[in-house]
């Protein structure tokens, strides 16, 4: 089975800290996503990856900023975060051959 | 673009009736369905999914959707709940199958009564 795996599960940050969040995956898949998932918001997109090095803007992508340097990993980046940004954060990723997304378990962020 | 609504934010259901929890979505192209669940402190996963042929799609723990285009709809059924199908229950459509850009509806959160 594919597996997508987020360095974290739960992690407490302080306001104006940078912060990573990291996402790897084990079945060579071109494609990765980062969404953050919001009670009464669902997920909401904020960057997609369909290649080492590339990156697209998703729906949400103000305040954050990613970085593809392997085919595996995906990392998610707050350069300075802020109470706002606390949500729950889930990486995905599909291959072109594939149907449908496999996620990540999540990494609850808190920001105080 | 798609979109997706779930209207029904919160489902209480008794174990071992039915449920039915609803979808309906905008798109101006043809779309792929998909229905994902997420337990409690996990990521989704991938219940089921509509990309073509019949219109009826079946999960392997009994639950099933219908793809209704003159509706626009994709509501997913269970005639009969257990406890462990408390969860929350996402509905997405995407453009292409390879589902590379997936848009979610804002959840249905399924609980089941003893």
């Known amino acids: 089975d594919v597996k997508v795996t987020q360095s974290s599960r739960y992690l407490v940050k302080r306001t104006g800290e940078k912060v990573f969040l990291e996402c790897v995956q084990d079945?060579?898949?071109?494609?990765m996503f980062w969404y953050r998932q919001d009670p009464g918001l669902g997920l909401r997109l904020i960057y997609f990856?369909?290649?080492?090095?590339?990156?697209e803007k998703g729906d949400i992508p103000e305040g954050y900023s990613v970085s593809r340097e392997k085919k595996e990993r995906f990392s998610l980046i707050l350069e300075s975060a802020s109470t706002n940004q606390t949500s729950m954060y889930l990486c995905?990723?599909?291959?072109?051959?594939?149907?449908?997304?496999?996620f990540g378990s999540g990494t609850r962020l808190t920001v105080v | 673009a798609q979109s997706v609504t779930q209207l029904d934010s919160q489902v209480p259901v008794f174990e071992e009736a039915p449920v039915e929890l609803r979808c309906n979505y905008s798109s101006s192209v043809s779309v792929y369905l998909f229905w994902y669940v997420q337990y409690p402190n996990q990521g989704l996963q991938l219940l089921l999914k509509y990309l073509s042929g019949s219109t009826l799609v079946e999960s392997i723990n009994g639950f099933e959707a219908e793809f209704n285009k003159s509706q626009t709809s994709f509501h997913l059924r269970k005639p009969s709940v257990h406890i462990s199908d408390t969860a929350e229950y996402f509905c997405a459509v995407s453009a292409s199958p390879s589902g590379n850009q997936f848009y979610f509806g804002t959840g249905t959160s399924l609980t089941v009564i003893p």
């Open positions: 995905a990723s599909t291959s072109g051959d594939d149907y449908g997304y496999t």
């Open positions: 079945m060579d898949h071109e494609n």
């Open positions: 990856s369909y290649d080492v090095k590339m990156k």
